[in-house]
């Protein structure tokens, strides 16, 4: 089993290395990739809005309810914005674009691998990886990039509400707050995040895809495997990354 495990780590790595090279090479497929940018954009925009308003919310309340036991009402603000924009924002897109575009690319590659159309691209000199792998993977972190910038607003916007509204705090406090705490880095991690989590994403629902098992049933575990696998490996690369941006970046006024 550890075999198996480490041999499939190996291919799903060497997938996202194939693929890092068959983005500089020609022809790239330019309209492909508008289609499968509009694709994933169309299926995770308004679930992003939605799901993005209670998390701003419940953060701004948890956030709101702890500095006012300590004492530090004001800071609310900054503290609340931050967790959105360093830590919320990038899994929200994140975990929507494997749940619906990854889990529609895992399924589209893997339909056509068991009706041997891959096959027949390979017979020809054609390969799939250039043709239809690369603009999926590129779709998804074009889309993730962009749309961490939606949740990142709609959440500040939800938890400044539930805030302002609903815990009796001043607008003028929330703002001031933000300006005191955050710093330009906070949004570059933040990209940075949504871009290393769309290419995961991608290349994860690529490869299994490419490597299903069984017919159709193998296909609908294909995609079942390619979400669980995602998410597990966010919430690690998410850990990762934050630990060396906290290292890296001191604290404003710190």
């Known amino acids: 089993m550890i075999t198996g495990a480490l041999r499939q780590t190996g291919r799903l790595f060497a997938l996202a290395a194939e ?16 289609e499968q ?9 308004l679930p992003a809005a939605l799901v993005s308003i209670p ?25 609340s914005v931050l967790a959105v924009v ?19 690319i895992c399924a589209d590659l893997g339909s056509r691998r068991i009706r041997e159309e891959l096959d027949a691209m390979e017979v020809m000199g ?31 916007l939800g938890g400044y509400f539930f805030n302002v509204i609903m815990q009796g705090g001043t607008p003028g ?12 880095p906070d949004l570059y991690i933040s990209e940075l995040k949504a871009l290393v989590f769309g290419f995961i994403a991608g290349i994860v629902a690529a490869y299994r895809g490419l490597n299903p098992r069984g017919g159709p049933k193998g296909v609908g575990d294909a995609v079942n495997q390619s979400v669980v696998i ?7 690369v998410n850990m990762v990354m934050t630990a060396v941006y906290l290292q890296i970046v001191p604290p404003k006024g710190g």
């Open 173 to 184: 406090a929330y703002l001031s707050s933000f300006s005191a705490l955050a710093q330009l």
């Open 126 to 156: 054609v390969s799939p990886v250039q043709r239809l792998v690369v603009p999926r993977v590129l779709a998804a972190m074009g889309v993730a990039v962009l749309l961490n910038g939606l949740v990142s607003v709609v959440g500040i």
């Open 55 to 79: 998390f701003g919310a419940v953060i701004a309340l948890q956030v709101g309810s702890l500095t006012e036991q300590l004492g530090a009402q004001s800071f609310t603000g900054g503290a």
């Open 230 to 236: 995602t998410f597990l490996l966010l919430f690690f």
């Open 37 to 45: 940018f509009w694709f994933v954009a169309s299926v995770t925009i």
């Open 19 to 34: 693929v890092g090279r068959a983005v500089f090479r020609r022809p790239f497929q330019f309209r492909e990739f508008v």
């Open 86 to 104: 360093q830590q919320a924002s990038p899994l929200i897109v994140a975990l929507l674009i494997a749940g619906a575009g990854g889990s529609a």
